[in-house]
C-alpha cells in the first residue's frame, strides 16, 4: 500500500472535494452544540462574565461562516471575544460587519504556528481528511490556556497505530494514556486544559484510499508505527 505525505494528501480528491464544514452555521442542525456538544458562545461569554478576555479558534472552519456569525452575535450583545478560524482552501465568507470580524487564516496545518493560547479550540469534521491527525492534536492540545478546552470529531478506525490491524478499543486506549479523553458516542477526542503530549508513535503518512467512515463521506486512514520499542532505556 503506497502512503502518501500530507504535502500530497492536500492535493488529493478527498481532501479538494471536501464539504463537511463549507457552509457549518454556529447554531442549528449541523451547528456546534449538535457536532461537539457544546455552543462556543455560550462558552465564552461564561469567561468574559467572569472578568477575563476570551479566545477561540477553529481548525477546518472551511467558509467561516459559523465564526462570523459568533462574532457579530457577540457584538450585538455588548461583548467580545477573539474568534480565529484557519483552513486549507480559504474561501471564507465576506464579513457584513467588519468591526466584529474574526480572524479567517488561509493555512495548512503542517505549517500553522500560532502566536498565543486559546480558551476553545475546535475541530468539526475536519480530522477526518487530516494525515498526521496525532500530530495535530498533540499541537492543539499545547495550544491550550491552562484551563482551556480542545474538543474535535475522531472516527478511531481512521486511526492504524501499528502494522498490524488496530482495534477502535486500542486507539481509544492510546490516546486516554496521554490525559486525553475520548467519547465513543459522540466520536469525540477531548482534551481539558493545555497539555504537551509526546504520542509514541512515528508517522508513516496517510491512505486516501480509505472510504467513508461514521458520516458516510470519504475519509483519510492515518499510519503510524508504535516507538515502544526504539526508545532508549
Keep these: 500500500m503506497a502512503l502518501l505525505n500530507d504535502e500530497e494528501l492536500e492535493n488529493s480528491a478527498v481532501v479538494a472535494n471536501c464539504e463537511m464544514n463549507r457552509e457549518r452555521s454556529l447554531s442549528g442542525s449541523n451547528g456546534y452544540a449538535k457536532e461537539v456538544g457544546l455552543h462556543p458562545l455560550e ?3 461564561v469567561r468574559v462574565e ?3 478576555s476570551a479566545a477561540w479558534l477553529d481548525l477546518c472552519c472551511g467558509s467561516g461562516r459559523a465564526l462570523i456569525e459568533a462574532a457579530e452575535a ?3 450583545d455588548g461583548w467580545r471575544a477573539d474568534i ?17 470580524a474574526p480572524t479567517l487564516i488561509r493555512e495548512s496545518l503542517r505549517s500553522w504556528r500560532p502566536d498565543r493560547s486559546y480558551d476553545l479550540i475546535t475541530c468539526v469534521h475536519g480530522l477526518h481528511y487530516m494525515g498526521d491527525k496525532l500530530r495535530t492534536i498533540a499541537h492543539a492540545a499545547s495550544c491550550l490556556v491552562d484551563d482551556g478546552l480542545f474538543v474535535a470529531n475522531l472516527a478511531l478506525e481512521n486511526l492504524k497505530l501499528s502494522v498490524e490491524t488496530t ?3 486500542e486507539a481509544a486506549t492510546a490516546l486516554r494514556r ?3 479523553e475520548y467519547d465513543r458516542r459522540k466520536r469525540l477526542v477531548i482534551c481539558r486544559g493545555r497539555k504537551e503530549i509526546d504520542f509514541p508513535y512515528l508517522y508513516l503518512g496517510a491512505e486516501d484510499g480509505a472510504g467513508a467512515n461514521y458520516t458516510g463521506q470519504p475519509a483519510v486512514n492515518s499510519h503510524y508505527r508504535t516507538l515502544t520499542d526504539e526508545r532508549p532505556t
Design 167 to 169: 482495534t477502535s478499543r
Design 43 to 45: 462558552f465564552l461569554k
Design 84 to 100: 480565529a478560524g484557519i483552513d486549507l482552501a480559504g474561501m471564507f465568507y465576506r464579513h457584513e460587519r467588519p468591526g466584529a
Design 74 to 76: 457577540a457584538q450585538v
Design 178 to 180: 496521554t490525559g486525553l
Design 50 to 52: 467572569a472578568g477575563r
